[in-house]
């Protein structure tokens, strides 16, 4: 995939702004507070129609503004010309566009533009709650499979709705109002767990290759998908899924019911990241855990270009703070194969010999920018 | 924009909380009124006071009806061997409007969401069994919307009917007609090859 442009409108601290893409490297640099992450967002905004720092839309409007725009161009995997529009405002809500017509479903335009996103907060991923790795394969298996992303938004609903009774007082034919919630979720749960079964098989064939390579180091690094309560593994069909969530939430029922929360299905699973055994969060040192960190994103675009057949955007997000030249250099040309890429950075020295094209970097300052 | 008259402006809030009226719409309809003849405007407001005095819910099916039973369910020639149970009224209108179906309606008045506080209980559910019970049905053809509360309380439907002596059906997930496959998604294309016929 190929962003040649990006108009941004009455977003964040931008009245307007406009710009021209590097096929390969871009260095978005400034000091601090002047939108370059902001840049990054409107990007990710025409990928997956939302923000990865912001939970609402508002927060993203300019003081005052009563609507934000944010259009961009570009070239699909068969360097047909497409475009992208996500426009929104307080009274009409957000709409999204796909060559100039309006899409009825954000659906229908999510995994057109994949983007691969790696920041400061991606530290998360291995440190922080289960949360954040349920998001990270949610974000990816969305763009990959529409059918993904419809099971999610209905599993979503269906727990909303299972919490919803599950915490009211009525207790007659509780078990069998419960049972149409349970239903769906074994139905959709079923459907969200093989995907990300297939992606966790493909993470275990491939991490020990690129974690080695990048830490130059040979460990043993594996993924185990944490199948809460319930009884998984990778041998199993649809069918013995479907079995082993209907079984357990027939087992829990009761159990539910006292702690008024649904306790089984994807929505509570999780992720273990281990070295030899031993989880990364606590056995892994701060660099080991970079590298890791690293791999899984490399990993998620590798799967993105086999299944999808098209290679992501990848934003980085300021992850080079602290480190020296040649540092970065290798962490680049690991990453910037991957895709186009977009770099944020209040160094833009750091980059001089990577960067030979006066055109990669883009300079942001205030509302403004130039290359 | 409002002309700061208080009469049209009374109207037009009234007419923009009908469905699907927007408030320009809603302006240009009560334009439409004020310059129609005296005539128009007497027909109209006769034809909304006479809905509301002279109908009343089917005792049987729940549909709209100016008699105790509505003009489907008093119909001879339909088949009421056959019970389609929809969420709304203009569910049995978009139906009757395809004119295939010749068996009788079950309007349940809503769908079972927790959320909205909507029980089974509130639903006209019961009187769906009761119907069923009283004898005379062979088929129960469950047309609810696809949405996850429709799904769940089909569901809910399905499991009081499974030891009573009737088929089940529903309407198939289908593809729309005269939709291109690669427009439409992926559960549908999904549910429709999982719910594939032979031909
Ligand atoms: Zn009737």
């Known amino acids: ?371 | 924009m409002s002309l700061n008259i208080p009469s049209l402006d009374e109207l037009v809030k009234q007419l923009a909380r009908l469905p699907g009226i927007g408030r320009k719409t809603a302006q240009r309809l009560a334009i439409f009124i004020l310059k129609s003849n005296d005539g128009y405007a007497d027909e109209l407001v006769d034809a909304v006071i006479h809905v509301k005095e002279n109908t009343r819910l089917c005792k049987q099916c729940f549909n709209i009806s100016e008699h105790e039973l509505c003009s489907i369910c008093a119909d001879g020639r339909r088949d009421s061997s056959k019970i389609c149970v929809v969420e709304d009224i203009v569910d049995v209108m978009a139906i009757e409007g395809s004119r295939e179906y010749n068996g009788i309606y079950h309007i349940l008045g809503g769908v079972i969401s927790p959320l909205a506080g909507v029980s089974p209980g509130d639903l006209k559910i019961a009187e769906l069994l009761d119907r069923v019970d009283g004898g005379g049905t062979k088929e129960v053809l469950l047309a609810l919307n696809m949405s996850t509360e429709g799904e769940a309380t089909m569901i809910y439907i399905s499991n009081m009917l499974k030891n009573k002596p009737v088929e089940i059906t529903r309407i198939a997930h289908g593809v729309p007609m005269g939709s291109h496959l690669e427009f439409v998604d992926q559960m549908t294309i999904g549910r429709a090859i999982a719910s594939r016929q032979k031909i």
């Open chain 1, 1 to 371: 995939m190929l962003l040649k442009n990006l108009s941004i409108e009455n977003f964040r601290i931008f009245d307007l702004l406009k710009l021209q893409f590097h096929p390969e490297i871009n260095i978005i640099y400034g000091l601090n507070g002047q939108g370059k992450t902001t840049i990054l967002e409107a990007i990710y905004y025409l990928s997956l129609t939302k923000s990865f720092r912001a939970k609402n839309d508002t927060i993203s409007l300019k003081n005052e503004s009563e609507f934000f725009n944010i259009f961009g161009e570009f070239e699909d995997q068969e360097r047909r010309e497409q475009s992208t529009r996500i426009y929104f405002s307080k009274n009409e809500g957000k709409h999204a566009f796909f060559n100039k017509t309006k899409v009825k479903l954000f659906s229908e335009i999510i995994g057109n533009l994949p983007v691969i996103l790696l920041s400061l907060d991606d530290i998360e991923l291995t440190s922080g709650f289960p949360t954040s790795r349920r998001k990270f394969l949610d974000v990816l298996l969305s763009q990959l499979y529409p059918g993904y992303l419809q099971s999610l938004q209905r599993y979503k609903k269906c727990i909303l709705q299972k919490n919803k009774l599950l915490n009211s007082d009525a207790d007659k034919n509780l078990y069998e109002n419960l049972s149409v919630w349970n239903n769906q979720i074994v139905e959709y749960g079923t459907l969200i767990i093989l995907h990300r079964l297939k992606f966790v098989e493909f993470l275990n064939k491939n991490i020990c290759t690129v974690y080695n390579k990048i830490s130059g180091k040979t460990e043993n690094i594996s993924i185990k998908y944490n199948a809460h309560l319930y009884s998984l593994n990778f041998m199993m069909d649809k069918a013995g899924i479907e079995n082993g969530l209907k079984e357990c939430l027939f087992n829990y029922r009761d159990t539910e019911i006292k702690r008024q929360t649904s306790m089984i299905g994807p929505h509570r699973d999780d992720l273990d990241f281990l070295k030899d055994e031993y989880s990364f969060k606590t056995h892994a040192s701060q660099g080991e855990n970079k590298s890791f960190l690293l791999s899984l994103k490399i990993l998620e675009s590798n799967y993105i270009k086999e299944i999808s057949d098209k290679k992501p955007l990848v934003l980085l997000d300021d992850i080079f703070g602290e480190l020296d030249n040649s540092r970065i250099e290798n962490l680049l040309t690991l990453i910037r194969n991957q895709g186009q890429t977009f770099i944020t950075t209040t160094h833009n020295n750091k980059f001089d010999q990577i960067v030979n094209d006066s055109k990669s970097l883009i300079h942001i300052s205030g509302s403004g920018a130039k290359n």
